[in-house]
């Protein structure tokens, strides 16, 4: 998991500097949720659908009917919370197919899915020319409007320069109060992938330079940010990148170029790189990030289940225009992404904000060895070798201690090469001067023999006999067996196994489609005697991947019941208030709480009862904030205290939970309190309820020009 943030990489924001109190808190970000949008405006890429083919006609009936498998593409994942992220192996909607066409992306068979030569499991693309989030590579806007696909933002617009034919996400002009921001969330805890690799594109332009932008990044499991650096490349190292147009890289050999290249990435790995642009007529200093250049941000997430990725902006300090000097997103009119269809992906290579994940297993199986099926069909191609079966040069004896009659234990025999291929530990007593390589035998002392011969029957056979009757103890002795006589793919097997029967798709049992009344229930953890005890057994038996998974487990539980109860709530309560004003800069008032003033359920945010304060210290009464329906954490009652209008019952019995969330926990109330709750919703999300907002002045209109 992560460490904590250094002091050298926090970010200058207070907002985003803070500590949280603990990782379900928004830390005074209030989570948004605007309605997707109707075709063609927006495109749902992964509806449900059916096979034709599977139609079977009822008989008996007096009305014709017949029964047909839809296919419910299930998501991989969520993108500030409500929306759905699938994997880019999905086949996208049948009934898009008509806009694939000449596309690589269209299959012979019809379907269209990916380019398989991505390695990016999930990709979110952000066009400011179309003010559209693309996802996966498909050339088809999935959220419309870059405000629509933010966690939170505030003091922004999307601005729009007809004479320049330029558009980019700018400071408002004239804002003093409050400085801008936008957030974005990924969360993959639900399919129970962590994060390989994240790369992302984060486009950035200042013309001026007291002008700044800063990019932070924040793990799910983490409660600070840290600042993503930026390095301004130096004339010497500009030559190599021929995409800003330095010019003097054809000198040196095309090989050299590109490993110079190369270099100068990998030594600046996990920060975003830009260069010092020539000077013009109208600015002094101008900055632009390196356009369409990933930058590597693993280390930041790496074994994350998910995280959050925040951008400021420091308007300049000189001129009337300084609002207008830091830029993200900067793109060309001239170049928009909507309708490339057959450029696919290449089209998004022109997007200024472009993040590119790819996921992995808790736990990841390799698959056999080439050795090992070279050992097993050498001798006969068309015929597998067995254990005991014939040409078997290699004996093991086990010495069970628990064990008392000897004659129930035969020998184990096996091959010599397919031993050596498969089991480290044989490799290496074989390679050895030993007595036991000399002699083809060996005795195993303080092994228990049923595992033992499993785990060389699971050498020839890639299975594990009677597997589906074995409980977590029998995995447990056969992971400890796996780690004594070194199979790798059989060690990591178990860990997957034993990770599977501690927690039964714990995240996905959140909410049960087909149970109406499951999401009153919590789903079942682990308690904190049993994580302890699979901490142990993966300290002795070398199960890192196990260790891992348990401590993302602890992390991401609460913040998966938080979301899950978010969604199962009545939108209305998330949705922002309309603006007070249209036009270019497109305000919204919705994220205007003061910072650490008020504690609520949610720590420092935006849920519960309180006074807020503009940030400023205009005091404007007291501001109605939602309160999420369902079950949800609530805050430990201490004596004496009163909260006005909260929902308090039962007592904290102190447990892990408790102990994990501090003055936390979960309540399992029929209702909590609430009337009519939400049923649950796995689908799609909802439609809008009409919500009453708290009355807040709206900001003044400021008008400009280009």
Not at 96 to 112: E, H, N, T, W
Not at 511 to 540: H, R, W
Request: proline share 9%.
């Amino acid at each position: 998991m992560s460490n904590q943030t250094p002091d050298n990489s926090e970010p200058t924001l207070p907002l985003l500097r803070q500590e949280r109190e603990n990782v379900v808190d928004f830390g005074g970000l209030c989570p948004l949720y605007y309605a997707p949008m109707h075709y063609p405006t927006e495109v749902e890429l992964y509806e449900p659908s059916f096979d034709p083919h599977s139609a079977a006609l009822h008989e008996n009936s007096r009305q014709p009917a017949a029964t047909v498998k839809v296919q419910v593409p299930l998501p991989c994942g969520h993108f500030n919370i409500w929306r759905p992220l699938h994997d880019r192996r999905a086949p996208v909607a049948a009934r898009l197919a008509r806009f694939f066409v000449g596309s690589a992306a269209l299959q012979p068979d019809g379907r269209v899915v990916a380019p398989n030569n991505s390695t990016w499991d999930s990709r979110i693309s952000y066009s400011s020319a179309d003010d559209e989030y693309y996802e996966n590579g498909h050339v088809l806007p999935v959220i419309n409007g870059w405000k629509h696909g933010t966690l939170a933002a505030r003091s922004l617009f999307r601005k729009v320069e007809h004479d320049w034919m330029m558009t980019y996400l700018a400071p408002e002009q004239g804002n003093s109060h409050q400085q801008p921001l936008a957030v974005w969330r990924f969360n993959y805890a639900e399919s129970r992938r962590a994060v390989e690799r994240f790369h992302a594109v984060l486009g950035f332009s200042l013309f001026a330079e007291s002008a700044a932008v800063e990019w932070c990044v924040r793990p799910l499991s983490s409660r600070r940010f840290r600042r993503i650096p930026i390095h301004v490349l130096t004339p010497e190292e500009a030559r190599y990148f021929s995409e800003i147009g330095s010019g003097d890289s054809g000198e040196s050999h095309a090989d050299d170029s590109l490993e110079q290249r190369a270099r100068i990435i990998e030594q600046y790995c996990g920060q975003i790189l830009a260069y010092r642009a020539s000077s013009n007529e109208y600015n002094d200093y101008v900055v632009h990030s390196v356009p369409a250049l990933a930058a590597d941000l693993t280390q930041y997430v790496e074994g994350e289940y998910g995280f959050e990725l925040a951008v400021s902006f420091v308007p300049a300090s000189e001129g009337p225009d300084g609002w207008q000097k830091a830029q993200v997103a900067r793109q060309s009119l001239h170049h928009p992404i909507s309708g490339r269809m057959r450029e696919g992906e290449d089209a998004l290579s022109r997007c200024g904000l472009d993040f590119r994940i790819k996921l992995r297993d808790d736990i990841v199986v390799p698959p056999v060895s080439v050795e090992l099926t070279h050992a097993l069909t050498a001798t006969a191609p068309e015929q597998r070798l067995c254990m005991d079966g014939p040409g078997c040069n290699f004996t093991i004896c086990v010495r069970d201690p628990e064990n008392t009659v000897g004659s129930l234990q035969p020998p184990i025999g096996a091959h010599e090469h397919v031993l050596r291929a498969g089991s480290e530990y044989f490799a290496a007593l074989l390679e050895s001067d030993m007595a036991e390589s000399s002699s083809k035998q060996v005795e195993l002392e303080g092994m228990p023999y049923g595992p033992v011969r499993s785990a060389i029957y699971f050498l020839y056979a890639d299975s594990v006999p009677r597997e589906e009757s074995m409980d977590l103890n029998d995995w447990i002795v056969l992971l400890d067996v796996a780690s004594r006589l070194s199979i790798p793919r059989l060690h990591q097997l178990s860990q997957a196994r034993i990770l599977a029967e501690v927690v039964p798709d714990t995240l996905a049992a959140l909410q049960d489609p087909s149970d109406e009344d499951s999401y009153k229930v919590p789903a079942e953890y682990p308690d904190l005697e049993t994580i302890e005890l699979l901490q142990g057994v993966a300290a002795d038996t070398g199960a890192h991947d196990l260790a891992q998974a348990l401590d993302r487990l602890v992390a991401y539980y609460p913040i998966e019941v938080c979301e899950n109860r978010i969604r199962s709530s009545p939108v209305g309560e998330f949705v922002p208030p309309p603006p007070h004003h249209m036009g270019t800069h497109d305000h919204d008032p919705g994220i205007r709480f003061a910072v650490g003033r008020a504690q609520g359920p949610f720590g420092r945010g935006p849920f519960g009862h309180h006074d807020f304060e503009i940030e400023g210290g205009d005091p404007h009464g007291p501001v109605q904030m939602p309160i999420m329906a369902g079950p949800v954490i609530h805050p430990e009652i201490a004596p004496g205290f009163a909260h006005a209008g909260g929902n308090h019952r039962g007592v904290h019995d102190g447990g892990f939970l408790g102990r994990l969330l501090g003055n936390w926990r979960l309540t399992n109330i029929p209702n909590n309190g609430h009337a009519d709750p939400p049923a649950p919703q796995p689908g799609p999300v909802p439609d809008v309820p009409h919500a009453t907002h708290a009355h807040m002045p709206p900001p003044e209109s400021d008008s400009e020009s280009d």
